[in-house]
């Protein structure tokens, strides 16, 4: 699949560069991509949910009122479940919320996310570029040269660079990562994917390696 080498500020370059059709090319499997978005999102819960039973609960053990005679259901603690204030039947307890999953399902998963980003045509290849300093508003005017301003966009740089990263921190749809950091969850949430020219190789190199 070849797509068209955009400079940031919009233009055509007039170059193509070829997707590779063993990453942006396979056949999506959702499921993969299911187990591996779930994954991501458990592995971002703390899991820190806590309420208190009956034994944890401080207040008298004295018994609040006779066994019999008072037309009622016996009752011998006032941190019982049933009474205000009381312990909590089979409520949350600390846990851990991660799960593992093959690292071959997981490169599939993110093959697959990258695929479907293909067939819609949401990529787009800007050429190799950086700031001068940290400009959201230069950041900006990027997505809406690449008419992509009011869209939640990802993207790929091939090693981190701190004017850019900086840039779109401000920016609540944009997201900035390098191609080591490439995960199924952004690639899915986006609605567009902007490639630096330069990532595409190492994505290709990253992805098959594995």
Do not use: C, W
Request: aromatic share 6%; glycine share 8%.
């Amino acid at each position: 699949m070849d797509v068209s080498v955009l400079k940031y500020s919009g233009e055509d370059t007039g170059r193509k560069v070829q997707l590779s059709g063993d990453v942006f090319g396979i056949v999506p499997n959702d499921h993969a991509i299911y187990l591996d978005v779930k994954q991501y999102l458990a592995n971002q819960r703390q899991g820190t949910h806590k309420s208190k039973q009956r034994a944890e609960i401080v207040g008298s053990t004295r018994k609040i009122k006779k066994q019999k005679g008072t037309g009622t259901a016996r009752a011998g603690s006032i941190k019982s479940p049933i009474f205000r204030g009381g312990g909590r039947v089979f409520g949350p307890e600390p846990r851990d919320y991660t799960f593992k999953l093959n690292k071959k399902l997981k490169v599939l998963a993110r093959k697959s996310a990258l695929a479907y980003k293909a067939k819609d045509q949401s990529i787009a290849v800007l050429e190799d570029f950086s700031f001068d300093g940290p400009k959201t508003k230069q950041y900006v005017k990027m997505l809406e040269a690449l008419s992509l301003g009011d869209k939640k966009t990802l993207l790929v740089l091939p090693e981190s660079n701190a004017n850019i990263v900086l840039s779109s921190n401000n920016i609540k749809k944009a997201k900035v990562i390098t191609v080591d950091q490439i995960n199924t969850y952004d690639v899915v949430n986006a609605e567009n994917l902007v490639i630096v020219e330069s990532s595409i190789e190492k994505i290709n190199n990253f992805l098959n390696k594995q």
